[in-house]
């Protein structure tokens, strides 16, 4: 896919099967990781407003790898989205939805995949425009039984469920026609960090390809 300076939601679930949801405590780490995910065929990052380090994380990748597509997760208010487009995001991740949010991304440029849990979060998200949305958390609000649900009413909905989502229950969620990508934090496991195994993250992403929606 040709990724377009101006992304769409929808884009940033399409270009591959799982988006790494990333924690970083350490600068250092942001850069090597980023290639090490992009060399397995990664390229859309949601790396975590919950550390002090992360903007700075988002900055680094942002600068240093052209192939790497930043966004931030964990955007909670307008402050949030300011800085992460500030950093060099060009997506954000939230773990809920607020009308209030949903227009902060707007006004400063950022495709928002919001969390919702909720029929009537899903509408509150629809009512503003918004048809991608992240499941969150999947696997405990209900996991797939819970998407055949939704995909009744809420037909023209695609969802990345996240939230207890694993390498092995993937498959699961992507044969869902509502589904069009998963997110899950164990691409990028603390220790693989700790030891810089940056050749283990590329074999974790490189076999995350062959999940195929
Ligand atoms: C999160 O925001 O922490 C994500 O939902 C990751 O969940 P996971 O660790 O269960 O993949």
């Given amino acids: 896919m040709n ?20 924690v ?13 995910l992009v060399a397995g065929g990664i390229r859309m990052l949601e790396v975590t407003l919950r550390t002090e380090q992360a903007l700075a994380c988002i900055e680094a990748i942002a600068r240093a790898v052209p192939d790497a597509v930043v966004g931030a997760g964990t955007v909670r208010s307008r402050s949030d989205a300011q800085a992460a487009a500030m950093a060099g995001a060009r997506f954000a991740v939230s773990p809920g939805y607020t009308a209030a949010l949903g227009l902060a991304c707007r006004d400063v440029g950022l495709p928002l995949l919001p969390g919702v849990a909720t ?18 958390p999947a696997m405990q609000a209900g996991g797939t039984a819970l998407l055949k649900a939704w995909s009744g009413p809420f037909f023209d909905v695609r969802f990345c469920p996240t939230g207890g989502v694993t390498l092995q229950n993937a498959p699961e969620f992507l044969a869902l026609p509502n589904v069009v990508c998963v997110g899950g934090s164990w691409l990028v496991s603390p220790d693989a960090l700790a030891q810089g195994d940056w050749a283990r993250i590329t074999a974790l992403a490189r076999a995350t390809l062959a999940l195929k929606k």
């Fill in 3 to 22: 990724i377009e300076k101006k992304l769409t939601a929808l884009q940033v679930m399409q270009d591959a099967p799982v988006i790494p949801v990333i």
């Fill in 24 to 36: 970083l405590n350490d600068v250092a780490h942001a850069v090597p990781l980023a290639r090490a």
């Fill in 119 to 136: 029929g009537s979060e899903i509408m509150l998200a629809q009512e503003d425009g918004l048809t991608e949305l992240k499941f969150f």
